[in-house]
């Protein structure tokens, strides 16, 4: 790493101290030689100018009584000239010890630094190098039936890759739940005024469903739609999103069961249906009053009972179970490595986007897209968007992921249907695009 240069001030004046002590050294030797010579030189003369108007040339004692002055003169000023060269030297001198003790304090402080980063990359690669997830997939035999699932594991990165494929997929089930919604159908009033006067959203024209579009798919991707699941993440977006739109989000998410459970197959056939007869119920529900229960019944093609409960209730497994266990040290420990550098008085902000560019050269293209759905969610707007405790936006100074690029490697603009990356962190230099 870099360490901080001199600055350009304080070379000039070091430099200046030696020329002048130099100088004053110089200047001292020539006076006290010119006074050693010029003093006999002087007295030829005077004797010379005495002699030709005939007075009698002075002794010895009555010369050097004469001609003491400039003697005196002389070695004052040389001496002063010496002294204040030694001075000068001196000075240097200390100046230069207590530059070489600061610097060993810095270097000290930088290598506590980078000692202390390392160790926080390491624990990064342990925790990648510790994940595995394994999914199950089917294929079409020759009849057109389904075969038997299959059981395919990935494990270290791999798994950022399958984690954002079945948010793609999510992305895609429940985008429907979306188009004709408004920002009035999604937020709770008070939330909706917190993110509107939110100076970040506000800056770059943040379009609201799709930042609530990636927070909920995202949690239910994060948390999945079990019944612990389901609780968690009705509780934590109580204050921010209406009760009854949440619960749609969830409740469609639940139908889908594992590719390896029995229910699989029936669910596979009947999606298109199943779909149907969910938006007329949220049709119907929307029709008949403002605020319901979800599981209340509504009848709906050829008289059918239909609700908004899953088919099979806790039944079965559902195919979103969840990554917390996955993902939640990992981010945390992210954010407390990235934090450690950014809170560093010490180094310059050069230094800090250079330590930090280490972490970030440990991350693939889909750890990135991740750790970007990650920072637009309510679980990581602390990054750069939003306080989680206030919901106030965050000093400029603190935008984490604009400040050191964190997310610059990911080769597309369009991640998703009506995502860009530029749209959310504009001031990103971003490599490919």
């Given at each position: 790493?870099?360490?901080?240069?001199?600055?350009?001030?304080?070379?000039?004046?070091?430099?200046?101290?030696?020329?002048?002590?130099?100088?004053?050294?110089?200047?001292?030797?020539?006076?006290?030689?010119?006074?050693?010579?010029?003093?006999?030189?002087?007295?030829?003369?005077?004797?010379?100018?005495?002699?030709?108007?005939?007075?009698?040339?002075?002794?010895s004692t009555s010369y050097w009584t004469r001609h003491g002055t400039m003697g005196d003169w002389t070695g004052?000023?040389?001496?002063?000239?010496?002294?204040?060269?030694?001075?000068?030297?001196?000075?240097?001198?200390?100046?230069?010890?207590?530059?070489?003790?600061?610097?060993?304090?810095?270097?000290?402080?930088?290598?506590?630094?980078?000692?202390?980063?390392?160790?926080?990359?390491?624990?990064?690669?342990?925790?990648?190098?510790?994940?595995?997830?394994?999914?199950?997939?089917?294929?079409?035999?020759?009849?057109?039936?389904?075969?038997?699932?299959?059981?395919?594991?990935?494990?270290?990165?791999?798994?950022?890759?399958?984690?954002?494929?079945?948010?793609?997929?999510?992305?895609?089930?429940?985008?429907?739940?979306?188009?004709?919604?408004?920002?009035?159908?999604?937020?709770?009033?008070?939330?909706?005024?917190?993110?509107?006067?939110?100076?970040?959203?506000?800056?770059?024209?943040?379009?609201?469903?799709?930042?609530?579009?990636?927070?909920?798919?995202?949690?239910?991707?994060?948390?999945?739609?079990?019944?612990?699941?389901?609780?968690?993440?009705k509780n934590i977006t109580n204050d921010r999103y209406k009760a009854e739109?949440?619960?749609?989000?969830?409740?469609?998410?639940?139908?889908?069961?594992?590719?390896?459970?029995?229910?699989?197959?029936?669910?596979?056939?009947?999606?298109?249906?199943?779909?149907?007869?969910?938006?007329?119920?949220?049709?119907?529900?929307?029709?008949?009053?403002?605020?319901?229960?979800?599981?209340?019944?509504?009848?709906?093609?050829?008289?059918?009972?239909?609700?908004?409960?899953?088919?099979?209730?806790?039944?079965?497994?559902?195919?979103?179970?969840?990554?917390?266990?996955?993902?939640?040290?990992?981010?945390?420990?992210?954010?407390?490595?990235?934090?450690?550098?950014?809170?560093?008085?010490?180094?310059?902000?050069?230094?800090?986007?250079?330590?930090?560019?280490?972490?970030?050269?440990?991350?693939?293209?889909?750890?990135?897209?991740?750790?970007?759905?990650?920072?637009?969610?309510?679980?990581?707007?602390?990054?750069?968007?939003?306080?989680?405790?206030?919901?106030?936006?965050?000093?400029?100074?603190?935008?984490?992921?604009?400040?050191?690029?964190?997310?610059?490697?990911?080769?597309?603009?369009?991640?998703?249907?009506?995502?860009?990356?530029?749209?959310?962190?504009?001031?990103?230099?971003?490599?490919?695009?």
């Amino acid at each position: 790493m870099n360490r901080k240069k001199l600055n350009g001030t304080s070379e000039f004046w070091e430099w200046f101290q030696r020329i002048s002590a130099i100088v004053f050294v110089f200047v001292g030797i020539s006076l006290g030689i010119y006074g050693y010579v010029a003093a006999p030189t002087h007295k030829i003369e005077n004797n010379r100018e005495e002699n030709s108007n005939a007075k009698e040339v002075e002794d010895s004692t009555s010369y050097w009584t004469r001609h003491g002055t400039m003697g005196d003169w002389t070695g004052g000023v040389t001496g002063s000239l010496f002294s204040l060269a030694g001075f000068l030297l001196l000075y240097l001198s200390f100046n230069k010890q207590a530059e070489s003790h600061n610097t060993q304090i810095k270097n000290f402080q930088y290598d506590k630094i980078e000692s202390r980063l390392f160790v926080l990359i390491t624990l990064h690669r342990d925790n990648v190098n510790e994940l595995s997830f394994s999914s199950y997939f089917r294929n079409d035999n020759k009849d057109g039936l389904m075969n038997k699932a299959i059981m395919q594991t990935a494990r270290h990165r791999k798994v950022f890759k399958t984690i954002v494929n079945q948010f793609k997929e999510a992305w895609s089930e429940l985008d429907f739940i979306f188009e004709d919604a408004s920002e009035n159908s999604i937020y709770t009033d008070e939330y909706l005024k917190k993110v509107k006067i939110n100076k970040t959203i506000q800056d770059r024209n943040i379009n609201l469903i799709i930042y609530a579009q990636i927070d909920l798919i995202y949690l239910v991707i994060f948390f999945g739609v079990s019944t612990e699941g389901f609780a968690t993440i009705k509780n934590i977006t109580n204050d921010r999103y209406k009760a009854e739109f949440v619960a749609d989000i969830l409740y469609y998410s639940a139908f889908k069961p594992k590719v390896e459970a029995d229910e699989w197959l029936t669910y596979h056939a009947s999606i298109a249906k199943k779909k149907k007869a969910f938006m007329q119920t949220r049709k119907q529900r929307h029709l008949l009053v403002t605020s319901i229960a979800s599981d209340s019944k509504f009848i709906v093609n050829s008289n059918k009972l239909y609700t908004l409960n899953p088919d099979h209730g806790n039944k079965y497994v559902k195919y979103y179970g969840g990554h917390q266990f996955r993902l939640g040290h990992y981010f945390r420990h992210l954010y407390q490595s990235v934090n450690f550098i950014h809170k560093q008085s010490g180094l310059n902000k050069d230094e800090k986007y250079d330590y930090i560019k280490l972490i970030r050269g440990q991350f693939s293209s889909y750890e990135q897209i991740l750790f970007f759905l990650n920072s637009i969610s309510q679980l990581g707007r602390i990054w750069e968007v939003e306080d989680k405790k206030t919901g106030n936006s965050i000093e400029k100074e603190n935008h984490l992921v604009s400040e050191y690029h964190l997310i610059k490697n990911i080769p597309d603009d369009m991640i998703f249907p009506g995502v860009k990356l530029s749209e959310f962190y504009p001031d990103i230099d971003y490599e490919s695009f």
